[in-house]
């Protein structure tokens, strides 16, 4: 298991930016993917863009043209850069660690508060 550690949430306005980061523990050794979702109240999680050990990436529709995740191996950071937010982008957003070889686990960080206000 890894400990994640988020950081960056806040309120702003619509069209800002935010930044969040997260910080695990332990090692990247080995294949895993890094990645963050949200949920809004009374909605499920949802996937938000995630990137591989190997640095490829998936996002969803939403968070295509907006968001940017990034990885640092070293620094066992993962970063998603939040441009142009909106409204509905207002939710608790949670960090994830999926490991895949040579252990299968998965750990999830407390999630940080994301507002857009109108």
């Known amino acids: 298991q890894v400990q994640l550690v988020e950081s960056g949430g806040g309120l702003v306005q619509v069209g800002e930016s935010l930044r969040l980061s997260c910080a695990h523990s332990g090692t990247s050794f080995g294949v895993n993917v890094m990645g963050w979702y949200r949920q809004a109240p009374g909605k499920q999680r949802d996937l938000v863009a995630t990137?591989?050990?190997?640095?490829?990436?998936n996002y969803a529709d939403f968070a295509k043209d907006r968001f940017t995740i990034s990885r640092d191996i070293a620094k066992s950071t993962v970063t998603l850069q939040m441009n142009s937010l909106k409204p509905e982008d207002t939710a608790v957003y949670y960090c994830?660690?999926?490991?895949?070889?040579?252990?299968?686990?998965?750990?999830w960080g407390r999630g940080t508060q994301v507002t857009v206000s109108s």
């Open positions: 994830n660690f999926r490991s895949l070889y040579p252990r299968d686990f998965e750990s």
């Open positions: 990137v591989t050990s190997g640095e490829s990436t």
